[in-house]
């Protein structure tokens, strides 16, 4: 489980672009024009879109992951337990994408508090 774990995060913060670099957008501001709100609505711009693009990533996997969670019946038991072994492992897949999505906006979250 920690394997699996470390590996998620890896991916999640391989994936996320995050580096000490400035956003491309603020590099494209005229140093004229680059004010301080300026970068700042420029950020929060770039973070609303990325969210926005999380968000069309996510909620397919949502419709997929509610698919399976009807499947299940029995309240008490895992839902893995109940699907076939193909399904299981189509939960599983999902259910790590979603892990690393999650932590992807995590450490995009920590990141702008800390900026």
Request: charged share 25%; net charge positive; proline share 3%.
């Amino acid at each position: 489980m920690r394997r699996t774990l470390l590996a998620v995060c890896l991916v999640a913060a391989a994936s996320s672009g995050l580096h000490a670099e400035e956003s491309a957008g603020v590099k494209k501001i005229p140093v004229a024009d680059c004010t301080l709100p300026k970068v700042w609505v420029t950020r929060d711009y770039e973070s609303i879109s990325r969210d926005g693009e999380t968000a069309k990533t996510l909620m397919p996997m949502l419709s997929k992951m509610q698919a399976f969670a009807e499947k299940a019946h029995d309240s008490t038991r895992p839902v893995g337990d109940q699907l076939s072994a193909q399904e299981r492992a189509d939960f599983n897949v999902l259910r790590s994408r979603m892990i690393a999505l999650q932590y992807r906006q995590l450490i995009e979250s920590r990141y702008q508090e800390a900026s």
